[in-house]
């Protein structure tokens, strides 16, 4: 006893002794947003915190985690609760030293959850008002940056601007956060001259408001703040509304956001969204330099700045000369040569997330800003980049699909050169075999943008090849247009992946394609053995004896039927059962991870964003590894059949698996159209389907196979939109005959 | 008694041994074709009264056969024994005119009310199909004047605006009518207008200031 405890004693020692000699635990930090992903003002703070992060991220030093709560699509109390599990299974074990909050629903999130998920986090904020603040009850409590942007200064530097205005028209839409921009504008309109009549359009739906925006005498301006919501409940990201406004305005329009320029707005006092990001970055850096601060202070706004799109001051004859002084102009080109620069930013930008160039391209751009006196300089290294890529890219025409430009890893790829590429649509070129002109057409009429969608092309030569193609629409020139990257992937489609997507595509396919051929295989000799039976019938009521090697021959027939059908049977309850039925213990997050591989190509196939929510670790589950994945790439199939008649940008899939008392409980969740209400009772009924094709016995095998381990398969009541799927395992600790099942 | 004639088209043998079997003692003369090309090169010859057809055959699909049937304007009422039948295939196969759908397996007694309707149908559209013939004859002989009279008067003019549409006078017009009544046996205006419906001769096009108002 005595020498076990001095053993332990020693060990502690080496164990302080040895602490500092480990590598130091990296400082952690978790951003969690009120909205979407896909949000522009969520990118550009983001991509502001990683310009100070990224050479920390690298080595290890500081850990950023994110989390968008997407209020709009998730709006409901169980939602956030999902999301706080979640956070908590993920970083429960390693709670970040500082909790980065933007916006007012994450802030009200967090403040509710702080002491339950990480109450030794320090907590900034970004992206908030003090009144908002105030509002939350948590002014005093947090750090960070405010972001009270006044609308003050534009409303007076604006009667000089436009000398002639008349009207101001102040837009928003129907949103919470909407109406508090409503509110502040009627309080500070009041500093404008008594000449401009101020009205308010608010909450209309987006239809009626381009359509009265059109309509506006040459004396009147639009004030666009923002605009998260339609009156019918739809959202939208502020962006594209502005952009969308900007398209059918009839005069020149304003907006308080940085990420609006480029869309055709013509500027404003504005936040810099992306400055933002950056200075919280080095807030958070602040409190691991110095951890005995107790308090992080709540800084003062950034100072407002004004940005104008120089293009669009041109067009509406704003005289540059009337502006602030400190103004920055961006879109200053005159050329044809530096619109494309632009164009070529956003290239650039996209290129960074998947290649090499990341690095040398940022620095190539922030080193670009120095030096924009020296157009041409910049001009030859973006032509550069835009000439040497190893990605295909090419320029489309929005409007009617024309390729603009192509260059030449696209001439490359494709076996076309660009004179004759260009002036002409892919369809016409037939590099797309399975795209109409029309599924291009709806697609670009939708503006939105695409990551990652492996697509099939044929080359010059006739060749098959696969690609993955990302693609975002951009101005070029004035006109509205798709900038198109491609990479080869047909090496990566090679023969273990062909096996693979076979071995896949046979399992994915099993339970539908058998039961077709059962209904087939079974119904032709049973239709032969019924003809027989009834000719025998048939002989006997004549009264006529039949000869008996006709007998014999009818029942020899009738046998042979007989022992048709059930061979048909036995194989397929052979392919059902594996013929093994083990059960082992598994982790259900590997097991998870396992069945989305399968799907991912499926998943990118069809354009849907397959997302796993796992926590860090799982205990074990006793199952059959085969069947439950089976399970598990039926559900998430049948999500991404419910997606089809979903637009593109909206397809999403969430797995999710959340350890209860005794038993693991596994999630699918898309954001289909749901199940409808008719069927809700009936869809794990054998034979019951919705789909045009469906055999209706995906769900009932399902099901059946669950229970068999012991647990339950149901169907969540209807949220805000799409279907939940929910299953249940048992654990291997909890289960009865743990012990005897190995 | 008369021994019905009838073709089954399946791919698979045992069905059609077990077929032959139940409809030759109940007294049919039972043709078996493998494929739908055997059928096509084999109906006529046969002489069949009625068709018995599988939708999952190996060269074309049943209703690909029935079409092409139909298009080689076969006086064959056609019923259809599928093992695979969905609502989209059943419903085209009746819309283009097959007197039952059945699904395998099928009972004697469904199968042989099918066939018995089918021959009912079939001898139905032998006697229109003879009748047709028979008149198509008689309006044949008509001259080509008395033939455009014809299309005249089934439309529902007047001799005198026959005669001042063809440009003849009106007596020349009652002659005509007299020859047409005399070669095809029909004296109403009625009993022509019918038979040209029937035939699907078209009524000639209105002319004239009578009609503008």
Not at chain 1, 129 to 145: F, H, Y
Request: negative net charge; proline residues 5%.
């Amino acid at each position: 006893m005595r020498s076990w405890r001095s053993w332990t004693l020693v060990f502690c020692w080496l164990l302080l002794t040895a602490s500092p000699l480990i590598a130091a635990e990296p400082f952690r930090i978790l951003q969690i947003y009120s909205n979407n992903r896909l949000l522009p003002a969520n990118l550009a703070v983001d991509a502001g915190l990683r310009e100070v992060l990224t050479p920390l991220l690298e080595t290890g030093e500081v850990e950023l985690h994110t989390a968008y709560l997407d209020v709009i699509r998730f709006p409901s109390a169980e939602d956030d609760a999902e999301m706080a599990t979640f956070l908590q299974s993920r970083n429960g074990e390693h709670p970040p030293h500082v909790v980065l909050t933007f916006g007012p629903q994450a802030a009200e999130f967090y403040r509710d959850r702080q002491d339950d998920l990480f109450p030794d986090a320090r907590w900034l904020v970004g992206t908030s008002t003090l009144p908002s603040l105030q509002e939350l009850g948590i002014a005093d409590k947090v750090g960070g940056r405010l972001m009270q942007l006044s609308l003050v200064p534009f409303f007076k530097w604006l009667p000089r601007m436009l000398p002639d205005l008349r009207r101001l028209i102040v837009v928003t839409g129907a949103a919470d956060f909407d109406r508090k921009w409503e509110a502040q504008a009627q309080e500070e309109c009041r500093v404008l001259p008594e000449g401009i009549t101020v009205e308010f359009w608010s909450g209309l739906p987006l239809g009626t408001l381009c359509e009265r925006a059109a309509q506006l005498p040459a004396d009147a301006a639009i004030l666009y703040l923002t605009y998260f919501q339609a009156p019918d409940g739809d959202a939208w990201f502020p962006r594209d509304v502005a952009a969308q406004l900007a398209e059918t305005a009839s005069v020149p329009i304003f907006g308080p956001y940085d990420t609006y320029l480029g869309t055709g707005v013509t500027g404003g006092v504005v936040t810099g969204f992306r400055d933002l990001g950056a200075d919280i970055a080095q807030q958070a850096l602040a409190v691991r330099d110095h951890p005995d601060n107790a308090h992080a202070t709540l800084l003062q706004s950034l100072p407002p700045r004004f940005r104008f799109d120089h293009r669009q001051l041109k067009r509406w004859g704003i005289d540059e000369g009337d502006l602030p002084a400190d103004s920055e102009i961006r879109f200053s080109a005159p050329s044809l040569w530096e619109t494309h620069r632009a164009t070529l930013l956003v290239v650039a930008g996209l290129l960074l997330v998947q290649t090499a160039l990341v690095i040398g391209l940022l620095l190539g751009r922030a080193r670009q800003k120095r030096i924009q006196r020296d157009l041409r300089q910049s001009e030859q290294r973006f032509s550069g980049i835009f000439q040497s890529s190893p990605t295909a890219i090419s320029l489309i025409r929005q409007s009617d699909g024309i390729l603009l430009d192509v260059n030449p890893s696209w001439e490359q790829l494709f076996g076309h050169g660009r004179d004759e590429a260009i002036h002409h649509t892919p369809i016409e070129l037939g590099i797309l075999p399975d795209v109409s002109f029309e599924d291009l057409r709806n697609f670009f009429a939708t503006g939105r943008g695409l990551q990652n969608f492996e697509q099939a092309i044929r080359t010059q030569t006739g060749e098959s090849r696969w690609i993955n193609l990302s693609c975002d629409r951009i101005q070029l020139a004035g006109e509205e247009c798709y900038v198109v990257m491609a990479k080869d992937i047909t090496d990566r489609h090679s023969l273990e992946e062909a096996r693979e997507s076979l071995a896949q595509a046979s399992r994915l396919s099993l339970v539908g394609e058998l039961t077709a051929s059962i209904a087939h295989e079974i119904n032709q000799p049973l239709a032969a053995i019924l003809s027989n039976a009834d000719a025998f019938f048939a002989a006997l009521r004549s009264g006529k004896p039949l000869p008996p090697e006709q007998i014999q021959a009818i029942i020899e027939d009738i046998r042979r039927d007989d022992l048709r059908a059930a061979e048909v049977i036995r194989k397929v309850r052979n392919l059902l059962r594996h013929q093994r039925i083990e059960r082992d213990p598994v982790d259900p997050a590997m097991l998870i991870r396992e069945a989305m591989r399968l799907l991912r190509h499926d998943a990118a196939r069809r354009g849907v964003q397959l997302e796993c929510r796992l926590p860090q670790t799982l205990p074990s589950v006793l199952v059959d590894r085969q069947q439950i994945e089976q399970v598990l790439v039926n559900l998430v199939l049948n999500a991404f059949d419910a997606l089809q008649i979903t637009p593109v940008g909206s397809r999403s899939v969430i797995v999710a698996a959340v350890a209860m008392a005794e038993r693991c409980e596994i999630k699918v969740q898309d954001t289909g159209p749901g199940i409808p209400a008719d069927s809700r009772d009936r869809i794990f009924d054998s034979f019951h389907t919705t789909k045009p094709n469906g055999m209706g016995l995906g769900l009932a095998l399902s099901r059946s196979i669950i229970q068999q381990h012991g647990g339950k398969l149901w169907l969540l009541p209807e949220k805000a939109s799409g279907a939940t799927f929910c299953f249940t395992l048992p654990l291997v600790s909890g289960h009865p005959d743990a012990l005897f099942q190995r | 008694m008369i021994r019905h004639r009838i073709g089954i088209a399946d791919d698979d043998k045992s069905q059609l041994r077990a077929l032959r079997r139940l409809l030759v003692l109940n007294d049919f003369d039972v043709h078996l074709f493998e494929s739908a090309h055997d059928f096509l090169a084999g109906y006529e010859v046969a002489k069949l009264d009625c068709a018995l057809l599988d939708l999952d055959l190996p060269d074309l699909n049943g209703l690909e056969l029935q079409d092409r049937l139909r298009r080689q304007a076969a006086v064959l009422p056609v019923v259809f024994l599928s093992g695979v039948g969905d609502i989209p295939s059943s419903v085209q196969a009746i819309r283009n005119g097959a007197i039952n759908f059945l699904t395998k397996p099928v009972e004697e007694s469904a199968l042989l009310e099918a066939l018995q309707l089918a021959m009912a149908e079939g001898a139905k559209a032998r006697v229109e199909a003879t009748e047709k013939s028979a008149l198509r004859k008689r309006i044949q002989r008509l001259t080509q004047r008395e033939f455009e009279v014809l299309r005249h008067v089934i439309a529902g003019q007047l001799n005198k605006q026959i005669a001042a549409d063809l440009g003849i006078s009106e007596q020349t017009v009652k002659v005509h009518r007299m020859r047409i009544t005399e070669k095809t046996g029909l004296i109403s205006v009625a009993e022509l207008v019918r038979t040209a419906e029937r035939l699907s001769i078209a009524p000639a096009a209105m002319q004239g200031t009578a009609f503008a108002a």
